[in-house]
Each structure stands twice: as C-alpha cells, then as structure tokens.
C-alpha cells in the first residue's frame, strides 16, 4: 500500500506539457502604449506599464480620477453604490457615490466568514451582495437588508497537489460567484454550490458538493481512490457538508491532498442562463521544468452528476464570462510574478521567451478563449509591453513586478471593454470588441490595487469604481475613449 500511495503521489506531480502563452500576433518595437490620452493626462514616460525606478506611479490616460475615499479593501459596486470590505474587518462599508466627486461613507454591516472575493448582480426580481458566508439584499443599494448566512463547511483540505493549502487558501470559500439570476452560489477551492432561491428561508439553502461529480472526469490519481471508494459503497464527497466530516480534516498535507482531489476550481463563471459553468486552476512551476498546464473547464450544470464537455489550456486564478459578436469568451489569467514569495515552486521570469509557462508565478498575461459550443480554445493574449520578453531588462531596472490578480468586465452580455489589474503597473483597459485583437485604449496607475477587488463598471455615468492600495477611486472613462469604444 505504500509504494501504491508513493506511485500515486508522483503521478500527482508528473506535468504535462509546459503551459503555453503564445508571443502577441503585432508588437510594436517601442513598446509604447497604444491609449488614447486626453487633454491634460500624464502619460506613462516609457514603455507602456513602466514605472521607471525611482518614480512615483502618477500616470493615467483615457480615465481620470474625480473622486476618492481613504478606504482600502475587496470592492462590488451596483449603480450609485459602492461596497468595501476592509482588510481584516468583519464589516462592509457602504458608499454613496451619486457625486462621483464626493463619495460619501454611509454604514457599515457585518459580515461573517471571510473570501477573498465578494460578489454582486442585479437580476430582475432582486439585487445580491456575497461575501463569505453572508448574503445580503441590495435594492435599496445604500441600505442592504441581511438575509441570512450560507453554511459553508469549514473546509481545510488542500486544493490540490499542486497548490497545497497555504494562506488560508484551503478554507471555503476562496473565490465567489453568483449566477446572472442571482439564485445560486458558486464557490472554490473545489466546486461547491449553495441554493438561494428562497431568499425568505435560509435554512432552505442547499449547500452541494460536486468534487465528487467531477473527479472521475479529470485524469489523475485520484481517479483510482474515488472508484474504489464507491465500489465500496462511499462517496467521499458525502461528508463534505458536515463539519465533522472527515472531508474536513484530511488533505491537510500537500500529497494527501493530491492524491484525493485534483484542481477543479480557483475562479469560475457561469454563462447568461446558469447551464454552464467555466471555471479555471493554476497549477505551479516545479524547480527543475516547467510544470503542468493549467486548464479551463466547460462544465454543464443541468446533467446529473455534472459533465465536463470542454477541457482547454489556460489559468483560472481569474476568469469572467463574455459575449461579443455573437459568441461566447472568458477571460482568464493567474497570478503571482518575479518577486512573490511562492510556497512551492520558482518565480516567474519575463525574460522567458514565448512560448512560457502560465501557471502560478507567471501571471504576466490574460488570455482570452472562446467557449462558443461547448469547445474552448485560446484566440489572444491581453499583455503590456513591460512584461514581454524584449523589454525584461527594462522591467528589471526598474525594481517593479506587475502581475495580474482579477479583471472586470464592462457589460458580460455585450462586452466592450475588460478592465484588467496589472498590479504595479495599474488598473489597464482593452478594447475586447474583437476579442481575437484586444487593444489597450486607457489606463490608471496611482499604484497598485486591491488583490481581490475586482471592481465595477457604471454604465449609466461612465465611471469605474476601483479598489486602490491607498484608497477607494472614482473614475471617468474620458470621452475619445468612449467614442472609440462605441460606449
């Protein structure tokens, strides 16, 4: 049983191919951003994401700041409305932003649990607020009503051989996802769903386990177990909701870990009528290759148990759904670059000519794949000069690591633009009207945002709500932008 256990382990770790980025179809030999700046931006002084050693990042064009709150922390937005949980609070702060130029705190309301995203849509009979456990009513935007707490298991297993459980990563939920309903809740590490259709009753919210559902269906270790478990009449997955299952407890090592679950899901998406699922891993670069590739799954939600129709190369430590041009995307990306401190192993290296490695450390790019048809497959790359290969040197010298962590679509169901967080190197906007070609057409970098705070987009007034490091910004998309964009 030992060797078996070490056999499985291994297999655990074996990669596949190098995860591959293609190099960007036109790079100009400038690397000077393509952005339309208007009267009065500061334009970035060098290669488009520089920020030249010793400079204050003070940079913007296309958007301009209008207004700002010394509130840091995870950020949702619904019309005039912003939300901010503060980093390390039990609370969110409500922000009436109907003067762009004067934000004005109004409350706060607690919350419990803790994720690293918080989430919100407006459906047509009622309006959501996630975070962690609680979920919150939000018609009346500047006053949310506290409907009830979903009783998520505190899960401590590990997310998968490849990315352990460190920083809380391991505990559920991690990443948030309400479907364009708003009836249910998507939640990772793993795969797990909470039905809140009857918002009147909370203790009608039917929290599932679909780990189970899944695992045979993704080649790994785990295969075996999860076979011969229910051979013997045990579903691994019936205790997940029960926190004393021992669900609860195992896994707690990396190679236990591994040889029970593959990586189903860090971040995950939904299509416009809730049938599908999209959801996305990171997988790692080991110290002596270049590790596994990293995969988006198409995963169809009315079939019992859930079938994975589509499996495409790519990393999830964000992803968001869109259509444009009659066709279905998501966008995608990892996380982490050269100077993170990794818990498993190496970093990111831009100097890493294309094709390179996706996985986690090497959040350099988005990508964009289409997923029309139940097929997915990568068409673009959404990158900045400063983290090409020709201009790694430049990077360097300039001490900063722009990396990616979550984006923002403009409008899902007809999208325009994806508002992207390259950490050092700001808050960028493309132009996804043709998502086989995205264009940068306007950045904001005043520093580094918010890890997890994805942001909103007013359609209404042309403004972006964006969850700065040193605080809570307004923006306004300028008009030569909106014009280009047909917004």
């Not at 030999?29 to 009065?40: D, F, R």
């Not at 939640?187 to 679909?210: F, M």
Request: net charge neutral; charged share 20%; with cysteine.
């Amino acid at each position: 049983m030992r060797v078996f256990l070490s056999l499985l382990a291994a297999a655990s770790l074996i990669g596949e191919s190098a995860a591959i980025a293609e190099a960007p179809a036109v790079s100009a030999q400038s690397g000077v951003s393509p952005a339309a700046c208007g009267v009065g931006d500061i334009r970035e002084p060098g290669i488009q994401g520089e920020v030249p050693k010793g400079a204050t990042a003070n940079y913007n064009c296309g958007v301009k700041l209008v207004g700002q709150l010394p509130l840091v922390g995870k950020l949702q937005g619904v019309g005039r409305c912003a939300y901010i949980r503060p980093d390390g609070t039990n609370e969110i702060v409500v922000i009436d932003v109907s003067n762009p130029a004067k934000p004005v705190q109004v409350k706060s309301v607690p919350v419990t649990g803790a994720s690293e995203t918080m989430r919100a849509v407006v459906a047509k009979d009622r309006a959501i607020l996630v975070s962690g456990n609680s979920v919150y009513d939000i018609r009346d935007c500047l006053n949310p009503v506290h409907l009830g707490d979903v009783k998520w298991p505190p899960l401590n297993i590990g997310a998968s051989a490849a990315e352990g459980t460190y920083e809380g990563y391991g505990q559920l939920p991690h990443d948030l996802r309400l479907n364009r309903a708003a009836t249910k809740i998507y939640a990772s590490p793993g795969l797990w769903e909470a039905d809140i259709t009857n918002l009147k009753d909370p203790g009608s919210w039917k929290v599932t386990d679909y780990r189970c559902d899944l695992t045979p269906q993704i080649p790994g270790p785990w295969q075996e177990l999860h076979r011969q478990a229910l051979a013997g009449g045990y579903n691994l997955c019936d205790d997940g909701a029960n926190p004393k299952g021992a669900n609860n407890r195992i896994g707690g090592s990396r190679m236990q870990a591994g040889l029970l679950w593959p990586s189903i899901a860090h971040s995950l998406d939904t299509n416009l009528d809730g049938t599908r699922l999209y959801v996305g891993d990171q997988k790692v670069v080991g110290k002596k290759n270049l590790g596994e590739t990293p995969k988006i799954r198409i995963i169809d939600l009315t079939q019992r148990p859930l079938k994975i129709l589509s499996v495409g190369d790519g990393p999830g430590h964000g992803l968001d759904w869109f259509h444009a041009g009659g066709r279905d995307y998501v966008l995608h990306s990892n996380e982490w670059g050269t100077s993170q401190k990794q818990p498993y192993g190496t970093p990111g290296d831009t100097c890493h000519p294309y094709p390179r490695p996706t996985a986690l450390g090497w959040g350099f790019e988005a990508f964009i794949s289409e997923v029309t048809g139940d097929q997915a497959r990568g068409v673009s790359m959404v990158h900045i000069a400063i983290n090409d290969p020709q201009f790694c040197e430049v990077r360097k010298a300039s001490g900063r690591d722009p990396w990616i962590a979550y984006h923002l679509i403009d409008n899902p169901l007809n999208a325009k633009f994806a508002a992207v967080n390259f950490g050092d190197a700001g808050l960028r906007i493309f132009d996804i009207r043709q998502p086989e070609k995205p264009v940068e057409v306007a950045y904001f970098n005043h520093g580094p945002l918010v890890h997890g705070g994805i942001g909103y987009y007013d359609a209404s007034r042309g403004l972006i709500y964006a969850a700065g490091t040193s605080g809570f910004w307004v923006l306004r998309v300028e008009p030569q932008v909106k014009a280009r964009l047909g917004l």
